[in-house]
C-alpha cells in the first residue's frame, strides 16, 4: 500500500514538473502565479499522501502551507495594486 | 529500485531545475515566483531527509512569508532596471565564473560520495541527558537545553534586524504605522479569506508552539504562521499596527528575549551557570521560554516583511 | 544510491548554481535570491549530515538539525533586513543594480 | 475489511491524481488565463479532496482524520478566494 501512495506521490510529481512550464511561459504575471498556486496544492497533495503513509508530521506541513498558499497569491494581487498607484502618482508634476 | 528512491530523485531533480530557472530567468518577477516554488518544494525534501521540525520552518518562513516579502518587494523596485539592462560581462571573465563554481559543486560532491562510515554523530550524546530535560522533542530539546545560547542571539539577531528595517524609515515617517506595502481596500474576497483563514492560522500556530516540546514544531514555526496571520489581515485591512513609537508594541518585542535573559541569569543561583536549568523544573523553564518568545517572535518576524513605517500612499490625490 | 546521497549532490549543485548567480546578476534582488539558493544548499547539506547521523531511535542528528532551524530563521532576517535597504536605496536613487555607469542621464 | 478500504484508497487516490494531471494539462493547453483559472481550480479542489477522501480509511486516529479534513477545507477556501483574486485583477488589467 506504501508503494501504491509512493507511486501516486511520484505521479503528481510529474504533473508539477509540467505546469512548472507554464512558470516558465507565462506569458503574463497572472499565469505564472497561478500555476505556482497549482504546485502549492500537488505539493500539499504529496505531503498528504506521505502523511497518508505513515509520515505522520507531514500532515502538519501541509496545514502549514494550506494556511499560508494565499499570502503569496494576496501579496501578489495587492503589490500590483501598489505599484498602479505609484505610477499614476509619478506622471503628475 | 523502490519508489521512494525514485521520488527522492525527481524531487532533487526539479528544485535543481527551478535553481535554474531562478537564476537564469530574465526577468525579476518570475525569478521570485520560481523562489517561492523552490521553498515548496524544498520543504517536502526535509521531510524526504526526516527532519519535520526543518519542513515545518521551511514551510512557514522559506516558502511562505519570504514568497510575500519577495513579491511585493519586486513590484516596488518594478519590472527593468535603467542601468545594467545592456551591460555584458566580459567573456573571458564569464567562463572564469563557470568554471569556479563548477569547481566549487564537483569539490562539495566529491565529498558527499566520501562521507565516512558510519556517520559521526551527536544523536546519541543529545539523548542521554534528553530524559532529565522531561522534552520529549529532541530538537527543542537542543534548541533550547543544550544550545540555549544560539537561540538566545538568535531571538536578538531577529530583533537587531528589525531595528535596522525601522531605521530606514524617513525622518518625517517616523510616527507612521509600518504598511505592507499598500491601503487596504475594504471588502471583498480577501477579507472573508481573512476572517476564515486567520482564526484557524492562530490556534494552529498556538497549537504548534504548545506542541513542539513533544512533537515536531515549536516556537519558530509557531511565531512564523501567527506572523504570516498578521500580514494577511494588514493586507485585508482587518488588522492594523500600532505606530513604532508605541510603547506597548515595543515591550511585547522585547519581552520574550527579556524573559529569555532573566531565566538565562536566574542560572547563576540555582546552578551556578548561565542558561542551566534548575534540575527537575526543565521543562516548565523551557515550556516558560517558547510561551514567552512566541509573541515577540511573532511580530519581529511580521514587521520584517511590513517594512518601515511609511506614509500611507495617496491613491487619488 | 541512497536518499542522503542524492540530496547532498542536490545541494552542491545548488550551491554552485547560487554563487554563479551571486557574481553574474547585476540587480541586488536577483543577487539576494542566488544568496538564498545558496543558503539552502548549505542547509540541505547540512541536513544530509544530520540524517547520515541518525542513531539512538532518532530519525537523524537532532544537534544538526536544531542549527539548521536557527540558519533559516536567521537567513530570513538578513534576506527582510536586506530588502528593506534595497527598497530604501530604489526610492533614493531609482535604481537598484550595482552598475557603475548609467548609460543614460534619466536617472536624475 | 481491510482490502475493501484499501481498494478505496486506490480508487479514490487514482481519481485524484487523474483529476490533478487534467488541471494541469488544462493549465498548460487552455488558450487564456481565465479558461486556465477554470481548469485549475477544478484540480486544486476536486484532486485535493478525492486524495483526501482516499486517505481516510487509513489514519488511525480522529484527530489526524480531521487534520486531513481541516487541509482540504483550507485549500477550498484559500484557492476559491485567491482565483476570483486573480479573476479580478485580469478584468482590470483588460479593461
Known amino acids: ?93 | ?317 | 544510491m541512497t536518499i542522503p546521497t542524492i540530496f547532498g549532490i542536490c545541494a552542491s549543485l545548488l550551491i554552485g548554481l547560487g554563487l554563479y548567480g551571486i557574481i553574474i546578476q547585476t540587480r541586488v534582488l536577483r543577487k539576494l535570491l542566488a544568496f538564498n539558493l545558496v543558503g539552502t544548499g548549505v542547509f540541505l547539506l547540512f541536513g544530509v549530515i544530520g540524517r547520515r547521523g541518525a542513531g539512538g531511535g532518532l530519525e537523524g542528528d537532532p544537534v544538526v538539525f536544531g542549527l539548521v532551524i536557527t540558519g533559516i530563521v536567521v537567513a530570513f532576517s538578513a534576506t527582510a533586513l536586506a530588502v528593506a535597504i534595497l527598497i530604501r536605496l530604489h526610492e533614493e536613487t531609482g535604481d537598484d543594480s550595482l552598475v557603475d555607469e548609467p548609460p543614460d542621464e534619466e536617472g536624475r | ?95
Open chain 2, 1 to 317: 529500485m523502490n519508489t521512494d528512491l525514485i521520488f527522492c530523485m525527481g524531487l532533487a531533480l526539479l528544485i535543481l531545475g527551478v535553481a535554474v530557472f531562478v537564476v537564469g530567468s530574465r526577468e525579476p518577477f518570475p525569478a521570485v515566483v520560481g523562489f517561492v516554488i523552490f521553498g515548496l518544494l524544498v520543504s517536502i525534501a526535509w521531510m524526504c531527509l526526516s527532519a519535520p521540525d526543518v519542513a515545518l520552518t521551511e514551510a512557514a518562513i522559506g516558502g511562505g512569508v519570504t514568497g510575500a516579502l519577495l513579491l511585493v518587494a519586486t513590484a516596488r523596485l518594478g519590472d527593468s532596471s535603467k542601468k545594467g539592462q545592456k551591460t555584458k560581462t566580459p567573456m573571458g571573465f564569464h567562463g572564469l565564473v563557470i568554471l569556479l563554481c563548477v569547481a566549487v559543486s564537483a569539490g562539495l560532491i566529491a565529498v558527499v560520495l566520501t562521507f565516512p562510515e558510519p556517520a559521526p554523530t551527536l544523536a546519541l550524546v543529545a539523548l542521554e541527558p534528553l530524559e532529565s530535560t522531561g522534552v520529549k522533542n529532541p530538537v527543542t530539546a537542543v534548541l533550547l537545553a543544550y544550545r540555549a545560547l544560539d537561540t538566545l542571539l538568535e531571538t536578538v539577531v531577529v530583533l537587531l534586524a528589525m531595528a535596522g528595517v525601522w531605521s530606514l524609515a524617513k525622518d518625517s515617517d517616523w510616527s507612521k504605522t509600518p504598511l505592507f506595502g499598500y491601503s487596504p481596500e475594504p471588502g471583498g474576497p480577501l477579507v472573508l479569506l481573512a476572517k476564515v483563514l486567520i482564526p484557524v492560522g492562530v490556534i494552529f500556530g498556538i497549537y504548534m508552539v504548545w506542541t513542539g516540546s513533544d512533537h515536531p514544531g515549536g516556537k519558530f514555526q509557531g511565531a512564523a504562521i501567527l506572523a504570516a496571520m498578521g500580514i494577511l489581515g494588514l493586507v485585508a485591512g482587518v488588522t492594523s499596527v500600532p505606530a513604532v513609537t508605541n510603547a506597548k508594541l515595543r515591550w511585547l518585542l522585547v519581552l520574550g528575549p527579556a524573559v529569555f535573559l532573566v531565566v538565562g541569569l536566574m542560572g547563576f543561583l540555582s546552578v551556578g551557570y548561565f542558561l542551566a536549568w534548575p534540575p527537575g523544573l526543565s521543562k516548565a523553564v523551557i515550556v516558560l521560554i517558547e510561551v514567552a518568545l512566541t509573541p515577540s517572535l511573532a511580530l519581529m518576524l511580521g514587521l520584517l516583511v511590513a517594512g518601515p513605517p511609511r506614509q500611507l500612499p495617496t491613491s487619488n490625490s
Open chain 4, 1 to 95: 475489511m481491510s482490502t475493501v478500504l484499501d481498494l478505496l484508497t486506490i480508487v479514490f487516490v487514482s481519481v485524484g491524481v487523474f483529476f490533478f494531471v487534467a488541471g494541469t494539462v488544462g493549465l498548460l493547453r487552455f488558450p487564456d488565463t481565465l479558461t486556465r483559472l477554470h481548469a485549475l481550480t477544478k484540480a486544486d479542489n476536486l484532486g485535493l479532496g478525492l486524495i483526501v477522501i482516499g486517505l481516510l480509511p487509513r489514519v488511525d486516529s480522529p484527530q489526524d482524520a480531521l487534520k486531513l479534513i481541516l487541509v482540504w477545507a483550507l485549500v477550498l477556501v484559500a484557492s476559491s478566494n485567491s482565483s476570483q483574486l486573480i479573476a479580478r485583477k485580469v478584468r482590470r488589467e483588460e479593461s
Open chain 1, 1 to 93: 500500500m506504501t508503494e501504491f501512495l509512493f507511486v501516486a506521490a511520484i505521479l503528481v510529481l510529474i504533473t508539477l514538473t509540467l505546469s512548472l512550464a507554464r512558470v516558465l511561459r507565462g506569458p503574463a504575471k497572472v499565469d505564472r502565479m497561478m500555476a505556482a498556486q497549482l504546485l502549492g496544492t500537488g505539493g500539499i497533495a504529496i505531503l498528504l499522501l506521505a502523511a497518508g503513509s505513515g509520515l505522520k508530521a507531514a500532515a502538519d506541513v501541509a496545514l502549514t502551507l494550506a494556511l499560508l498558499s494565499a499570502l503569496a497569491a494576496v501579496a501578489f494581487v495587492k503589490s500590483g495594486e501598489r505599484l498602479a498607484t505609484r505610477t499614476k502618482n509619478d506622471k503628475q508634476p
